[in-house]
């Protein structure tokens, strides 16, 4: 599976964007995760590709959504009400098959996008 990911930019805070991952396989999980300067990779989102259920981190609920693009074989991460300390570089990730029940663990995914890089000013 290849991922592609697209989207990021410089956004003042208060601000949206929208980023999108385009897959050339099969999709059982997805999810976004992102890595601050200086800071480890950390989850933002994820979703099963099937059923719809979502998990999100706490400073992002009620913020950002992910999506499935059933037109596309790929997936989006809306991301609104900005704020500075979401600046960092956004990966997208995807597992084909179950592989455990964990939706926040990046060892839960197999394959991973190149990273777009997302910043917001104050």
């Known amino acids: 599976v290849q991922l592609q990911a697209s989207g990021g930019g410089l956004v003042q805070a208060g601000g949206s964007l929208r980023l999108s991952c385009a897959a050339s396989?099969?999709?059982?999980?997805m999810a976004w995760f992102r890595q601050a300067p200086g800071k480890e990779r950390e989850f933002v989102a994820a979703r099963a590709w099937s059923n719809g259920d979502t998990y999100y981190a706490d400073s992002v609920k009620g913020r950002f959504t992910i999506s499935r693009d059933n037109a596309k074989n790929a997936f989006d991460l809306q991301m609104n009400s900005l704020k500075p300390e979401d600046t960092a570089v956004y990966f997208c990730?995807?597992?084909?098959?179950?592989?455990?029940?964990?939706?926040?663990?990046?060892?839960?995914?197999?394959?991973w996008g190149q990273g777009t890089e997302v910043t917001v000013s104050s």
């Open positions: 396989g099969r999709i059982f999980r």
């Open positions: 990730a995807v597992a084909p098959n179950y592989g455990g029940s964990s939706y926040r663990r990046q060892s839960s995914y197999d394959y």
